[in-house]
């Protein structure tokens, strides 16, 4: 069962839990199928009509018992017919659960869920309303992380990193402000550097390089970039290191003679640009000689 079947099958009745009571509430603007929404503070008895499954108890009683005074769970379900699974009776599960202060701001720890019987596929630190804290995105299906973004008020602050299904480091980017500065690096399976990328503020400024995997060092292309635009002459390389083909641009346009190599590094070919226009050898020269 997917979770896009399961996203299908969102109960259109919103389930509010106010001092142990159950209140129905389909409060949704007309043409919205409101959520399937629950309640919850610590020390409230979780009836059958909000919680059903000792999965689900599971999944909500860590973040009940270290609620802070005066916050509670807000936990978002989802609905699977039993038609889509090889269960007996329909399942009701927590697609998302949330720490709420009193304002019910997200303040304290937000886990999304894929699906029933699946560990989270993502935690989130919440502080007064926004991100603030370490984000932990997990493969589906598992407890492996595939990425740790660091959150501060609401920004992505520090280096963001990513990790292959082994657990081997993946990618690893800085962050200031919410954007992006400096190298951003990835890598293949075995360790081996695969891509550098240079920004300034959020825009790639500086030459991108891609490696050939697992050829140390060697280099496949590298392209220059200047305030987020290809800018200058870009190059790629065959596996030994010999040219490939070379392209000029400027601000994003072919702009210059692009040249095509042989393996052995003659010319095989050459093209003619103008502004990202194509002109023949006759035009190129009359233009520029």
Same mark, same amino acid.
């Given at each position: 069962?997917?979770?896009?079947?399961?996203?299908?099958?969102?109960?259109?009745?919103?389930?509010?839990?106010?001092?142990?009571?159950?209140?129905?509430?389909?409060?949704?603007?007309?043409?919205? &199928?409101?959520?399937?929404?629950?309640?919850?503070?610590?020390?409230?008895?979780?009836?059958?009509?909000?919680?059903?499954?000792?999965? /689900? %108890? &599971? =999944?909500?009683?860590?973040?009940?018992?270290? *609620?802070?005074?005066?916050?509670?769970? =807000?936990?978002?379900f989802v609905n699977v017919s039993k038609a889509l699974t090889n269960y007996k009776e329909d399942i009701r599960?927590?697609? *998302?659960?949330?720490? *709420?202060?009193?304002a019910d701001k997200p303040d304290g720890m937000e886990m999304e869920y894929s699906d029933w019987y699946r560990?989270?596929?993502?935690?989130?630190?919440?502080?007064?309303?926004?991100?603030?804290?370490?984000?932990?995105?997990?493969?589906?299906? /598992?407890?492996?992380?595939?990425?740790? %973004?660091?959150?501060?008020?609401?920004?992505?602050?520090?280096?963001?990193?990513?990790?292959?299904?082994?657990?081997?480091?993946?990618?690893?980017?800085?962050?200031?402000?919410?954007? %992006?500065?400096?190298?951003? =690096?990835?890598?293949?399976?075995?360790?081996?550097? *695969?891509?550098?990328?240079?920004?300034?503020?959020?825009?790639?400024?500086?030459?991108?390089? +891609?490696?050939?995997? +697992?050829?140390?060092?060697?280099? +496949?292309?590298?392209?220059?970039?200047?305030?987020?635009?290809?800018?200058?002459?870009?190059? &790629?390389?065959?596996?030994?290191?010999?040219?490939?083909?070379?392209?000029?641009?400027?601000?994003?346009?072919?702009?210059?003679?692009?040249?095509?190599? &042989?393996?052995?590094? /003659?010319?095989?070919?050459? =093209?003619?640009? %103008?502004?990202?226009?194509?002109?023949?050898?006759?035009?190129?020269?009359?233009?520029?000689?």
């Amino acid at each position: 069962m997917t979770s896009m079947h399961a996203s299908r099958l969102l109960c259109l009745t919103a389930v509010v839990v106010l001092a142990g009571t159950t209140v129905f509430a389909d409060d949704a603007a007309e043409g919205e &199928a409101p959520a399937d929404v629950g309640f919850v503070a610590k020390g409230d008895k979780l009836p059958n009509e909000v919680v059903q499954g000792d999965g /689900t %108890i &599971a =999944r909500i009683k860590p973040l009940l018992e270290s *609620l802070p005074d005066g916050h509670r769970l =807000r936990l978002e379900f989802v609905n699977v017919s039993k038609a889509l699974t090889n269960y007996k009776e329909d399942i009701r599960y927590p697609r *998302l659960v949330t720490m *709420l202060d009193a304002a019910d701001k997200p303040d304290g720890m937000e886990m999304e869920y894929s699906d029933w019987y699946r560990p989270p596929r993502r935690k989130t630190v919440y502080k007064q309303g926004v991100k603030d804290g370490v984000e932990q995105m997990f493969f589906p299906g /598992t407890d492996k992380l595939e990425a740790e %973004i660091p959150w501060v008020k609401g920004q992505i602050q520090g280096v963001k990193k990513t990790f292959h299904a082994s657990g081997a480091k993946a990618g690893e980017t800085t962050y200031e402000n919410g954007k %992006i500065t400096g190298e951003a =690096r990835s890598y293949t399976e075995k360790g081996s550097l *695969l891509r550098v990328v240079r920004f300034t503020a959020g825009q790639r400024d500086g030459e991108m390089i +891609d490696y050939w995997p +697992d050829r140390e060092g060697k280099v +496949d292309r590298s392209v220059p970039y200047k305030k987020g635009a290809v800018h200058g002459m870009s190059r &790629a390389f065959y596996a030994d290191g010999k040219p490939k083909w070379e392209k000029p641009f400027r601000e994003n346009k072919q702009h210059g003679v692009e040249k095509q190599f &042989a393996p052995d590094g /003659t010319v095989e070919r050459e =093209r003619f640009w %103008i502004d990202g226009d194509a002109v023949s050898a006759e035009e190129f020269k009359a233009k520029f000689h």
